[in-house]
T-cell receptor, first 109, second 111 residues
Framework: QKEVEQNSGPLSVPEGAIASLNCTYS??????FFWYRQYSGKSPELIMS????GDKEDGRFTAQLNKASQYVSLLIRDSQPSDSATYLC?????????FGTGTKLQVIP | DTGVSQNPRHKITKRGQNVTFRCDPI?????LYWYRQTLGQGPEFLTY????????KSRLLSDRFSAERPKGSFSTLEIQRTEQGDSAMYLC?????????FGQGTRLTVV
């Protein structure tokens, strides 16, 4: 079992729709959870972090964490073509941060 | 620019040669990570420093790879006797605690 699992996609949504990205992790001791966005040929950039169960909203982005289910999600409201990228889920333990393989999102104009 | 800086941005080398990459983290960050990323994959953890101490090294990392962080500041990643399978983007990231900030990466091509 991979430490951090994501569906590789591509996930295609029409412009203006809600995109839902999901991630599961295996280490119950994980303490911190991140979503990064990576455009092709570029390095990952942090878009959301979440540390406790529940929802965290930042603009069009909402991160959701359920530690009991070992599940993290990212919702993107009013999706724009500029949101088209690969979204990486990352999970932090006491020391290192482990990444999933990423979900490719395509927002169709 | 106060972000994470990596040099060089691109490196083409012949198989069997040694290469060294440098990472300058954000100055107040005590944690430094090296990752490797190939096309279509997420970043793969290579090694991690807290200050000058190398606290963890991936089991996937062969003994051809070595990393240092003298004085807890910049870090170098050396690959000896490069192989074509080493071709990838090598990413450096730093953090104080919590989330990591990435550099622009060094793209290595072994021919």
């Amino acid at each position: 079992q991979k430490e951090v699992e994501q569906n590789s996609g591509p996930l295609s949504v029409p412009e203006g729709a809600i995109a839902s990205l999901n991630c599961t992790y295996s280490d119950r001791g994980s303490q911190s959870f991140f979503w990064y966005r990576q455009y092709s040929g570029k390095s990952p950039e942090l878009i959301m972090s979440i540390y406790s169960n529940g929802d965290k909203e930042d603009g069009r982005f909402t991160a959701q964490l359920n530690k009991a289910s070992q599940y993290v999600s990212l919702l993107i409201r009013d999706s724009q073509p500029s949101d088209s990228a690969t979204y990486l889920c990352a999970v932090g333990g006491y020391q290192k941060v482990t990444f999933g393989t990423g979900t490719k999102l395509q927002v169709i104009p | 620019d106060t972000g994470v800086s990596q040099n060089p941005r691109h490196k083409i080398t012949k198989r069997g040669q040694n290469v060294t990459f440098r990472c300058d983290p954000i100055s107040e960050h005590n944690r430094l990570y090296w990752y490797r990323q190939t096309l279509g994959q997420g970043p793969e953890f290579l090694t991690y420093f807290q200050n000058e101490a190398q606290l963890e090294k991936s089991r996937l990392l062969s003994d051809r790879f070595s990393a240092e962080r003298p004085k807890g500041s910049f870090s170098t990643l050396e690959i000896q006797r490069t192989e074509q399978g080493d071709s990838a983007m090598y990413l450096c990231a730093s953090s104080a605690q919590g989330y990591a900030f990435f550099g622009q990466g060094t793209r290595l091509t072994v021919v």
